[in-house]
């Protein structure tokens, strides 16, 4: 199933710098673990069916991108099931290809692997992946084959789930408080980008769970306090 939401703006009107500038904060089916539910790209956000509207319209302008619904493998976990960046999407074994491929317009290929989580075991931009260190050499060439980055094993805070303990975009990266010195050095020399620390939704540690980011903005799960929030500004590159 997936449906892209059209319209949204003409039905849901909103000044789009005024939202950029003061929401931040939203919830996807009633609560703050946004990043289990959804997860975008420069270009895209996946959300899960009967997301709100006025979700939909406030990642749409905010992140300034299109918004799609869809169901992974027929689980509303999107965000969990799925990664991608600006030149493709993986998929856990089993999803519809063909179809998504029509909907989001980039191409997408599965991940042929036991661990088939992909939104908790790849952490990607459009430059680099790094990913769950036990994934199998196949899975690394299909990772690097659709989304066109050299692909990097590797652990955070000593978590292989490293797709939901950071988030990176094209322009920062922040990780789990806990990343270790050389983990740090790892990251640095992976992506190109300067490693920060932080949490989301009142002290979570697995960012990934509760951030939705990409070059342009970013917004959080509601739970994120004030100080929380200017920490991922801060590190995301937004500030002025």
């Known amino acids: 199933m997936v449906k892209y939401r059209q319209n949204l703006l003409s039905k849901y009107t909103r000044e789009s710098e005024k939202a950029k500038n003061m929401i931040r904060t939203v919830d996807i089916y009633d609560t703050p673990i946004i990043g ?23 990642l749409e302008e905010v992140l300034d991108v299109r918004v799609v619904e ?31 491929q029509k909907v989001i317009g980039v191409p997408a290929g599965i991940l042929p692997d036991r661990l088939n989580a992909v939104g908790n075991i790849v952490l990607a931009n459009d430059s680099a992946a790094l990913v769950h260190p036990e994934l199998s050499d196949r899975a690394l060439e299909a990772i690097s084959r659709t989304l ?21 975009t094209n322009k920062g990266l922040l990780v789990h408080p806990k990343v270790t010195v050389s983990e740090r050095e790892t990251l640095e020399e992976v992506f190109g980008l300067p490693v920060n620390i932080g949490t989301t939704n009142f002290g979570t540690q697995m960012l990934g769970s509760g951030l939705l980011a990409n070059s342009k903005n970013f917004v959080a799960g509601s739970e994120t306090t004030g100080p929380e929030l200017g920490r991922i500004e801060e590190a995301l590159g937004f500030l002025e």
């Open 70 to 100: 869809t169901l992974i493998n027929g689980s509303t976990v999107v965000g969990a099931l799925s990664r991608g960046n600006s030149n493709g999407f993986l998929l856990p074994y089993g999803s519809d290809v063909e179809e998504m």
């Open 148 to 168: 066109k980055v050299e692909v990097y094993r590797g652990t955070i805070a000593g978590i292989k789930n490293v797709g939901m303990a950071g988030v990176v």
């Open 36 to 58: 289990v539910f959804a997860t975008c790209t420069e270009d895209i956000v996946l959300v899960p069916p009967q997301t709100k509207p006025e979700v939909c319209t406030i």
